[in-house]
C-alpha cells in the first residue's frame, strides 16, 4: 500500500513540475517580448497526505486511488499572483489554449465572487505524465489571483481558522467590505496601468517619427 501511495502522489509532483516548468516559459517570454512579467508570485503544493483522508471523509468518498483522484483535484495545486484582472484572463486563456492541457472545470470567482467576498479564477487542468513505463492523466488545480485578491484570501483565511469556522458577523462583514476595497484598489490599477500603456506606446512612436526625419 505504501508503495502504491508513493506512486500515486508522485504523479501529482511531476504533475507541479511539468506545470512550473509551463509557467516558467510564459514568465521568460513575455520578459523577453513585451519587456513585461505579469507573474508577481508562484506558490505550489501537494496535498499531504493526512489532508487528503480528511478531504475523502468530508466528501464520503470511497478508499480506491482512482475514486480518490476523480473526487479530489486539487491534491497538486498552483496558485498564482499577477499584477491585474486583465492578466488573469490573459494568462489563463494561455494555458487553456495549450495543446497538452485539457480544461476540466472553470470557476470565475472573480465575475461570480463567493458571498463571504473570495474571488479568484479556479481551472482544474487535465495534464499528461510520461514515465518510464506509462503515461498518466494527472489533475492540476491552478488558482490565478490579483496581488489584491490574494491579500485578502489570506488573510480571511487566517481569520477562518483563527476562529474555527466560526467567524463573528462584525468580522464578517467587515471581511465583505475589505473585499469590496480590494475590488475597487484592482480597477484603479488596471486603470492607471493602461493609461501608462497608451502613454509609452504614443511616446515611442513619436521618438520613431523623430529618428526617421
Ligand atoms: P487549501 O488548503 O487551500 O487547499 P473542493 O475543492 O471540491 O472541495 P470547492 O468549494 O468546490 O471544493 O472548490 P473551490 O470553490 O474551487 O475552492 C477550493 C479552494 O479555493 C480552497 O481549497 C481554497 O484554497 C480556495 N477557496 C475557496 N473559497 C475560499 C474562501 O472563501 N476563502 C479562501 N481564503 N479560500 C477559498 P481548500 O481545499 O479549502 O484549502
Not at 517580448?33 to 466528501?59: A, G, Q, T, W
Not at 490573459?90 to 470557476?107: A, F, G, P, Y
Request: charged letters at 30%.
Amino acid at each position: 500500500m505504501k508503495v502504491e501511495m508513493t506512486r500515486f502522489m508522485m504523479a501529482y509532483k511531476f504533475a507541479l513540475d511539468e506545470m512550473n516548468t509551463k509557467i516558467n516559459i510564459l514568465k521568460d517570454e513575455f520578459n523577453y517580448i513585451h519587456d513585461y512579467n505579469p507573474i508577481e508570485h508562484v506558490k505550489s503544493r501537494l496535498k499531504s497526505p493526512e489532508s487528503i483522508f480528511k478531504k475523502v471523509v468530508k466528501k464520503e468518498c470511497s478508499l480506491s486511488f482512482n475514486s480518490i483522484k476523480e473526487t479530489i483535484r486539487d491534491i497538486a495545486g498552483i496558485r498564482i499572483s499577477v499584477s491585474f484582472i486583465s492578466d488573469i484572463y490573459e494568462l489563463s486563456k494561455m494555458l487553456e489554449s495549450q495543446k497538452d492541457i485539457r480544461v476540466i472545470e472553470r470557476k470565475d470567482y472573480i465575475k461570480n465572487p463567493k458571498p463571504n467576498g473570495y474571488q479568484s479564477l479556479h481551472l482544474i487542468l487535465e495534464i499528461p505524465i510520461f514515465m518510464s513505463d506509462r503515461e498518466e492523466l494527472v489533475y492540476v488545480e491552478v488558482q490565478i489571483r490579483t496581488i489584491a485578491m490574494d491579500f485578502w484570501a489570506s488573510l480571511e483565511h487566517k481569520i477562518y481558522y483563527k476562529y474555527n469556522k466560526e467567524v463573528p458577523n462584525r468580522l464578517v462583514q467587515e471581511l465583505k467590505e475589505a473585499a469590496i476595497t480590494a475590488t475597487a484598489l484592482d480597477k484603479k490599477m488596471e486603470q492607471l496601468n493602461k493609461e501608462i500603456t497608451a502613454y509609452k506606446e504614443t511616446t515611442a512612436v513619436i521618438e520613431n517619427e523623430e529618428m526617421l526625419l
